[in-house]
């Protein structure tokens, strides 16, 4: 289809139920990638599920009576057009075209459901924000909300893995590796070439990327875009008037995604339905260290699958509109699944504090200071899911003890349900202007064992408290714009108060609680300072010390 406001071409597959003419009417799912909408050896059905159920969208809801049609957004895959950054507004304004389009054929109800995982469920989500009369509901899984925070520079410290993903779907967009994406039409090989040659200007997400420091820093190379205009969180108001329901899934360790959807849960007003659970980022796999018997954790993906076509249904009749409300799901380690209204749910603050001899007590100890000089081959957890998509859990941690300091509690003498955003509050003093703070929460086992519950950073430039955060309920919040910037002064005592990745998880008796803090994550995250002196930070004991606030429901 051409896109009438600039000429650019878009390369879409539709696929429909087998014997319908050209005038049956289906309803409409529609996916938006820029992972190529298919390539020109196609995926057989022997793949594994994971491909079958994510890769070729078609054979999720073609059998079930929908049309399917699958795009490559502009610049990429075998449309025409330059992409500059991720959902850039050209991007996402061609979603009103398309769904004029599908509208306009034949074939078509007038309805459509976007849907997506990944990239494409960020899509789905700027569908949304377009309150097109024929989007009758989303179905986003594993989408980032807000993409500084949850993705490339939570806390303000860049991710590994954003500019490996960045330089990967260059890559894609260059037609790489082979044997490339699928041409479309007649002319489909000659288009091809036509479309790449449209895709030369465009530069690898990630030279942006490094040029990056603040939300609001706004580059050249993305002609003149800041991170905030791609931002879906910046966009919950025009989502909200939308009225579009949304199917919303996502991981405690995907990324920064669990914090993305609890925020949408607050910021908008849409019927909403939001998953959160224990998963790898596409939902393939599961993991509890706190599950006593080793039960299979449900749903199963292809459980996940049937309730997401059951809200597709829910969204073309219109009930979904009517009926859904706003409701989260949520799965507590070592307990089982669990919802609620509200979020953050009431709960009870309970304060732990670092202590001398490293233990973790509720009460402050006498005021002192342990030191902890960056080091930066120190290495974290190299099979951590959260910031490697491809992997599944992390392993005991006892072995990465390395470079960080190490606080444990006594054992637990009942049970202990954290649910919520833990809260960290550092007093720590710097030789260094700046510094990146890493906070580990875990789980320590009777036997010595050790997993991670959740963790955070924060760069210690950003640590000005955001007081008119409208996500303040969840704990301090920090604008990472350039007008709040704080350096540290080398010497003087500073406090640097943040809040981790959100978790549910019911601690067993007889276990002990673990807080750990570290200056580098390797390989996760880029070294804070890049270059020059490497800081020695002191963390200061006792009552105007460093202590955890942890969100408690009270049996």
């Known amino acids: 289809m051409t896109i009438p406001r600039d000429g650019v071409r878009l390369a879409l597959d ?29 995926l057989s059905a022997g793949d594994g599920d994971q491909l079958v159920l994510h890769k070729n969208f078609s054979s999720l809801f073609v059998p079930h009576g929908y049309a399917v049609v699958v795009g490559d957004v502009r610049g990429t895959g075998a449309s025409f057009g330059v992409s500059l950054y991720s ?3 050209d991007e996402t304004l061609d979603f009103s075209d398309v769904l004029d389009w599908i509208v306009a054929q034949p074939w078509s109800t007038g309805r459509v459901v976007g849907y997506g995982l990944s990239y494409t469920a960020n899509t789905a989500e700027w569908m949304a924000e377009r309150n097109h009369p024929a989007l009758k509901g989303i179905i986003p899984m594993a989408a980032s909300y807000d993409p500084y925070e949850e993705v490339y520079f939570p806390g303000g410290v860049s991710t590994a893995y954003g500019t490996a993903w960045a330089d990967m779907v260059r890559n894609l967009d260059l037609n790489l590796p082979s044997p490339g994406v699928r041409p479309v039409g007649p002319s489909g090989e000659a288009d091809l070439a036509a479309a790449l040659r449209d895709h030369q200007p465009g530069r690898s997400l990630s030279e942006g990327l490094r040029q990056v420091t603040f939300k609001d820093d706004r580059l050249a190379i993305w002609g003149g875009a800041s991170m905030l205009d791609w931002s879906n969180r910046e966009a919950a108001d025009r ?16 990324l920064g995604m669990a914090h993305g959807a609890v925020c949408r849960f607050l910021l908008q007003s849409n019927p909403m339905n939001v998953i959160i659970g224990p998963w790898n980022h596409d939902g393939s796999g599961t993991y ?14 292809s459980m996940q699958h049937a309730n997401n076509l059951r809200f597709a249904n829910l969204c073309f009749s219109g009930r979904a509109a009517r009926e859904q409300g706003k409701v989260l799901h949520y799965y507590t380690l070592g307990e089982g699944w669990k919802s609620t209204a509200v979020w953050p749910v009431p709960a009870t603050r309970q304060r732990w504090y670092i ?10 100890d006498r005021a002192g200071l342990d ?8 290495q974290e957890d190299d099979t951590s899911m959260r910031w490697d998509t491809d992997r599944l859990g992390f392993g005991n941690r006892r072995t990465f003890l390395d470079g960080r300091l190490a606080y444990t509690s006594e054992p637990l003498t009942r049970d202990l349900e954290i649910t919520g955003h833990p809260v960290v509050y550092l007093n720590v003093t710097s030789t260094c ?7 580990y929460l875990e789980a320590v086992k009777p036997d010595g064992e050790s997993y991670l519950l959740t963790e955070g950073q924060l760069r210690a430039l950003h640590r000005k408290v955001w007081t008119d955060s409208p996500l303040s309920a969840l704990g301090p919040q920090h604008s990472y714009l350039k007008r709040d910037a704080e350096p540290l002064i080398p010497g003087e005592p500073a406090i640097l108060i943040f809040t981790l990745f959100p978790i549910s998880a019911r601690l067993p008796s007889g276990y002990r609680l673990r807080v750990c803090l570290a200056c580098s994550d390797k390989p996760n995250f880029a070294n804070m300072p890049a270059d020059g002196a490497l800081p020695l930070l002191k963390f200061h004991r006792g009552a105007a010390g460093c202590y955890i606030d942890l969100p408690i429901i009270e049996s």
Do not use: C, H
């Open 371 to 378: 030191s902890l000089q960056v080091n930066p081959a120190a």
């Open 288 to 301: 509890d260290p706190l599950q006593a018997d080793g039960a299979p954790i449900l749903p199963t993906l």
């Open 87 to 89: 959902r850039s507004r």
């Open 14 to 42: 539709i696929v429909r139920p087998l014997g319908d003419d050209r005038n049956t009417k289906r309803d409409t799912i529609l996916v938006m990638t820029r992972y190529w909408r298919g390539q020109k050896a196609d």
């Open 433 to 439: 202007e700046d510094s990146a703070v890493f906070v």
């Open 355 to 364: 202590s001398t001899g490293f233990r973790l007590t509720a009460s402050p």
């Open 239 to 254: 989502v909200s008037r939308s009225g579009t329901p949304y199917q919303n899934w996502a991981s405690w360790f995907d």
